[in-house]
């Protein structure tokens, strides 16, 4: 535990990834636009650092976890952020979900810096953050993961090197287009089966013990059943932003993704209808609208 | 085990189904169009019908596995098919995939003789048919499902009445919608994975641990990875026909299916360029030519 750790962005993911941190004995410094958080696990035994440039400062490994590019890039990239304050041999982590582009920008500004880049996307959602059972998809050089392997080890449960930078975000990326494009699977089928007169919820348990299975299904198929849109899972429009970095990785990689880009067009046709703060699983409001007839359990 | 059984189509599924009822102890007649398979079971103590209208003559209950609409409808709908020679009290049962119209017209006949029809696709390929663990998906009137709910429970594990006629081929045409969108979904995502510069056997492995799971996934990933397309599963132009019967569904319930249209585009296309007796993982081929680069364990 001879590497100081930093942590930036206390959110519902970067919270319990931190406390992790704290439990497993690292010397820990922590930061985060609200103050709230910083108190919370302050009182927990982590330093709380008022600006990222303390971050930078005080570690030799800094982790970030940022709710989107935008605040990603002015985090990490921006003048006071932590890739231009960066020193030789010292990691930079960014768990965001960002586009290849901002993952090479940031192994870029690393470089320039002698210090290391390692994109390492999450996947699991707040339960296996707090339990430290997370996915993490890690790009990178050799030399920094096996440096940061063993906290990652700590908050993850399924950690893989993938490949070179980028590797991490676009292995992120193909598991967001798979989701996208099962929600719409899901959607479709649960309502062809109960427009057919046949028990929905019965051909749910069928067709999930089946070849038809998928984790998404047996997320969704209830949510419409029960018509449950509003519990907060992750939000059509949070959705609709990651279905947009795919579209723009497909572009640049020249790869036909026609999946992706039916559930990209379906995700903002529901933007625009209004339904951006719903769960995903409401995809299945304007295919029922056009069928004139809703799911329901009987 | 009062009521005589009958088998129509001892094919790759049949033949494991006819096995198993034999073995629970039914009294058994089969019937098939080529003999080998006929004297095979006969050895094994089943009783050889020379025609359809001779299983109709000895069984109390009739049930027909057939690889195709048209063969379907010649056997049960035909002039010396099953149902034109039912009688009162007689129950048929498909166990064919074919469209709701086909069942509709069966369950008219069944009716028109006062005879009861219930339609019953399964699922599950020859292994779980062999081993007794199909899974079932039955619709048709209470009182048939009652009376052959024992013999299906020796073929199947996952045995469902969930709906009035056509419910049970309704049900396994959305199995085989989503199985159609979640190989689209895992052959893009295993492209893009790989042209990223990711590994894209550890990709694979990270997103069907997270929520890009599907059993589809799990079965087609590793086919495009070792480049196996010619190993027998489900051929393409097995699954277009599929995908066909599902487009005509949605048309009648009037239903939209916007990823099982894209699915049957591209099956279509993919028959159109020569791969329809490959297996369905090969719908990854004609987005690799145009990616211009091939998926390969690394």
Chains 1, 2 share one sequence.
Request: glycine share 12%.
């Amino acid at each position: 535990m001879s590497e100081k750790i930093g942590f930036i962005g206390l959110g519902r993911m970067g919270l319990p990834m931190s406390y992790n941190l704290l439990r497993a004995g690292y010397d820990l410094t922590v930061h985060n636009r609200s103050q709230e958080k910083v108190r919370q696990i302050a009182d927990a035994g982590a330093i709380a650092a008022s600006s990222t440039a303390e971050v930078m400062e005080r570690c030799d490994i800094v982790l970030a976890c940022l709710p989107d590019v935008e605040t990603c890039e002015a985090v990490l990239l921006g003048d006071d952020g932590a890739l231009p304050n960066a020193r030789p041999g010292q990691i930079i982590v960014d768990h965001s979900t960002v586009g290849a582009s901002t993952s090479k920008a940031c192994a870029a500004a690393a470089e320039e810096r002698g210090a290391m880049f390692l994109d390492a996307p999450i996947s699991g959602g707040t339960e296996r953050a707090t339990d430290g059972t997370l996915t993490i998809m890690v790009g990178g050089p050799d030399e920094a993961y096996a440096r940061v392997q063993p906290a990652f080890d700590v908050m993850g449960a399924v950690v893989r090197h993938v490949g070179p930078t980028g590797s991490g975000t676009a292995a992120k990326l193909v598991n967001q287009l798979l989701v996208g494009v099962h929600k719409v699977a899901a959607a479709e089928a649960m309502l062809l089966a109960a427009k057919s007169g046949a028990d929905p919820a019965l051909v749910f348990e069928l067709v999930n013990s089946g070849w038809g299975q998928s984790f998404i299904l047996g997320r969704n198929a209830p949510a419409m059943l029960d018509r449950d849109f509003e519990g907060i899972r992750t939000q059509v429009r949070v959705f609709l932003k990651d279905l947009g970095l795919i579209q723009e990785m497909a572009r640049d990689l020249e790869t036909p993704i026609p999946g992706g880009d039916l559930a990209y067009r379906l995700f903002s046709e529901a933007v625009e209808q209004g339904l951006g703060d719903m769960d995903g699983a409401a995809i299945v409001l304007p295919m029922e609208e056009e069928a004139g007839f809703q799911i329901r359990r009987k």
